[in-house]
């Protein structure tokens, strides 16, 4: 199998970040300490003010910052192929990496869909040439995401799929659902799905409930997701494979999950930062921003992803970084395209509204942002000498309003544009080199 | 000013004041020449994405009583069947220096759009199935005609509310005039949590007797294809307010058109109960009174009466 991240290689990083508050649940780091980064790799830890930056060595002052292990999203849409006015590999990877991410893995509803080696090839190749920060990719589990048959699941994996996804629709069909997970005993990769009955979801716009009656909205039901997560985990237990469910929206899936888990099933599943921190509330505006899918649901469907995400009944954050060009957004609500963007915004969001306020912990939230990682069969990132560097730097007072200065994205289809957050990357390093750095924020020597 | 809808822009003082106004333009109607000058030169662009012979052509005869130029802009055959977007015609339209827009639209919060990028005042003429705010209008100046006043009636709205602007205004516009609204139709076309809106929900007509206004929404033969009902004929059976179900007393309402042996029987139709035609007559001068307000009323209610008395003088 090929090495399923791909990017474009920069130059190694030399780099001494002093004095920043390093916290990594993973290594158990939580203290002030001196990193030096040489040659990509985290060559020591010192005591604060410990270490000196070695010859041609830059050195940057983390006073007042933390210093985390870098972020992984296991659910973004980078739009290529096809789709380049909303977003492409580059701006993708970009934004990724203004969020803190090191490493994010695409979903494959493009145009054409990712459903054969030649395109995956193509798109492995363009990554190579185009993405700053690692980049993997999941192909379709079925051709044309028509729902109907497989993929060509075994040569997708030899040339480095991670796993496969309909992502955006879901598997129809109990039966090729079955037929994959047991195609997966033998060429392995997860299944992540899209959970939603289209007979259920019609054509609903908004989550079903008090602001779809007063604004006579059609619905999308909470029992459109959780009735098909309960069928999927019932299949996967029967062939003992491995499903991801993406973006829980519902308090009913959050427990189809749990009891799922409970049974021993290998179900995961991944809470996005807007299910995290808004409700359907919000969509009284009808602003297009707040439309995605699945729809942002009550108060109660969001404590209980909340408490989800602490008790580990689901794993990890995921973005689903789904951008629109503005003028696709700018249409009535019903007519607008399902997605917001997100990889500039998760770690502000959470922190701001979870971590702050006191709901989340903060380890909690750092080891959530990356744990997609693991599901995936990828490397973690740790702060740990002598592993590749793949960290991040943040000012966590520092205040900033989203969208004041744009987006590193192509799209701007932010539900949290003109939110005050704090909490900003000023840097990070995905696989040993620099991949973003805050204009405003200066290196002391160089 | 605007009037996009009920929940946002009525109060129970503006809907009297335009009940108030609706009154002085009666007279009009019953001259020979049906025409004041009160919005000579003005222009009105009546935009209209769905099909809709009454409420366009109601717009369109209170526009041109009230002296205003009315051009009338329909989706189909238009540039918006080659694919322009809301947007790029309302900017295009716009162009044009309409003083006032009237939008009817398949999408909820259109109208609110409309007014953002046009700048004018807009008029919400039934936006997706969310509101239609001078249907409301229209209905509360009919029962002051018939009943006085609003306050403490019980009203009942019947049949297919799901898909409802009519409705949806009603329960809220109703209420604010001191109302008690139920809803009452099939399980399946009451959506979940209506009650939000603060009206009660009945699945069956067996209370009907207890309401002084029923209000039958129209019936449509798509929703036994999509199939929200088995058949227009169990509809009947359940829920058609006819000559049986029906009390002397009791007022009768539905916005147009009706399809009778549905949701209506043909003898409460044509009973002296139905004030059905009364409504389409109240929505012409109503529909004078919102242009009125909203492009010559702003600011000063009593200047603009006084104005207003005038110009019918």
Redesign the interface.
């Known amino acids: 199998m090929n090495p399923p991240m791909i990017h474009r290689e920069g130059p190694q990083a030399d780099l001494l970040i002093t004095r920043a508050h390093v916290l990594d649940p993973r290594t158990g780091l939580d203290a002030p300490h001196d990193v030096l980064i040489r040659g990509g790799e985290i060559a020591e830890i010192g005591e604060p003010g410990g270490l000196t930056a070695p010859e041609g060595a830059e050195q940057v002052d983390g006073t007042g910052k933390h210093l985390l292990p870098a972020f992984v999203d296991p659910h973004v849409h980078l739009r290529t192929p096809g789709q380049e006015h909303k977003e492409d590999l580059d701006t993708g990877t970009r934004a990724a990496a203004a969020g803190g991410y090191c490493a994010v893995v695409a979903m494959p509803n493009t145009s054409p869909v990712v459903d054969s080696a030649p395109i995956l090839r193509s798109l492995r190749d363009a990554a190579a040439r185009e993405a700053r920060i690692p980049v993997g990719f999941m192909p379709c589990i079925t051709q044309g995401m028509q729902g109907e048959h497989l993929t060509e699941m075994a040569e997708l994996r030899e040339l480095g799929a991670l796993g496969f996804t309909d992502d955006g629709k879901p598997v129809r069909s109990a039966q090729v659902l079955r037929l994959a997970l047991q195609y997966q005993k033998m060429v392995g990769g997860v299944l992540a799905l899209h959970e939603e009955d289209p007979a259920l979801s019609g054509s609903g716009a908004m989550h079903e409930g008090t602001v779809s009656a007063l604004l006579g909205i059609a619905g999308i039901p909470s029992i459109s997701e959780s009735t098909m997560v309960a069928r999927d985990a019932l299949i996967a237990e029967y062939e003992e494979g491995h499903i991801h469910i993406q973006h829980v929206s519902a308090k009913e899936t959050v427990q189809a999950i749990a009891d799922a888990k409970a049974r021993g099933v290998r179900i995961t599943g991944e809470a996005s930062p807007h299910h995290l921190t808004l409700t359907h509330d919000g969509v009284k505006s009808l602003d297009t921003r707040l439309k995605m899918n699945p729809p942002l649901r009550t108060e109660e469907d969001r404590q209980a992803i909340i408490a989800a995400l602490r008790d580990g009944t689901l794993d990890c954050i995921a973005t689903d970084h789904a951008p629109h060009a503005r003028d696709e957004k700018e249409v009535p609500f019903e007519q607008a395209p399902m997605g917001t963007t997100g990889l500039e915004t998760a770690f502000a969001s959470v922190y701001t509204d979870l971590v702050l306020p006191g709901t989340l912990a903060l380890p909690l939230v750092v080891e959530r942002m990356s744990s997609g990682a693991a599901i995936l069969g990828l490397d973690t990132p740790k702060i740990e000498t002598g592993r590749r560097a793949d960290v991040t730097l943040l000012d966590l007072s520092a205040e900033w309003t989203v969208g004041e200065d744009g987006y590193e994205s192509r799209s701007e289809n932010c539900c949290f544009a003109g939110r005050a957050f704090k909490g900003r990357v000023l840097m990070t390093v995905a696989a040993g080199s620099v991949a973003y750095r805050q204009r405003a924020f200066a290196v002391v020597e160089a | 000013m605007n009037l996009l809808s009920v929940?946002h822009d009525l109060d129970r003082a503006r809907i009297e004041r335009i009940v108030e106004l609706a009154r002085s333009f009666e007279e009009v109607a019953h001259r020979p020449i049906k025409k004041v000058p009160a919005l000579r030169g003005r222009t009105v662009l009546n935009l209209f994405y769905e099909s809709s012979t009454r409420t366009r052509s109601s717009f369109e005869l209170a526009a041109k009583r009230l002296s205003a130029d009315v051009v009338n802009f329909s989706a189909s055959g238009s540039s918006v069947e080659k694919g322009e977007?809301?947007?790029d015609t309302v900017l295009t339209l716009s162009a044009h220096k309409p003083d006032a827009v009237v939008v009817r639209?398949?999408?909820?919060?259109?109208s609110?759009?409309v007014a953002q990028w046009s700048g004018v005042a807009v008029v919400n003429a039934g936006?997706?199935?969310?509101?239609h705010p001078t249907q409301a209008l229209l209905d509360i100046y009919t029962l002051h005609k018939k009943l006085g006043s609003l306050e403490g009636l019980n009203i009942w709205i019947v049949g297919d509310v799901l898909h409802?602007?009519v409705a949806?205004s009603n329960i809220l516009a109703f209420q604010l005039m001191g109302a008690k609204v139920t809803v009452a139709g099939p399980p399946t076309l009451i959506?979940?949590?209506?009650e939000?809106?603060g009206c009660e929900v009945r699945y069956d007509l067996d209370g009907l007797k207890e309401a002084d206004v029923v209000y039958a929404l129209r019936m449509q033969n798509e929703r036994i294809e999509q199939p929200y009902l088995p058949s227009l004929r169990e509809y009947a059976k359940q829920f058609q307010v006819n000559g049986r179900r029906l009390s002397p007393r009791q007022v009768l309402m539905h916005p147009g058109p009706v399809n009778r042996g549905v949701e209506l029987s043909g003898e409460v139709v044509d009973s002296p109960q139905a004030v059905i035609a009364t409504q389409v007559e109240s929505g012409i001068v109503v529909r004078m009174a919102v242009l009125y307000e909203i492009l010559e009323g702003a600011g000063s209610p009593r200047g603009a009466a006084q104005r207003e008395r005038q110009l019918l003088a």
């Open positions: 929940e977007s809301l947007k639209t398949p999408w909820a919060g259109s609110e759009l936006d997706g199935k969310h509101e409802s602007r949806r959506p979940r949590n209506i939000a809106l």
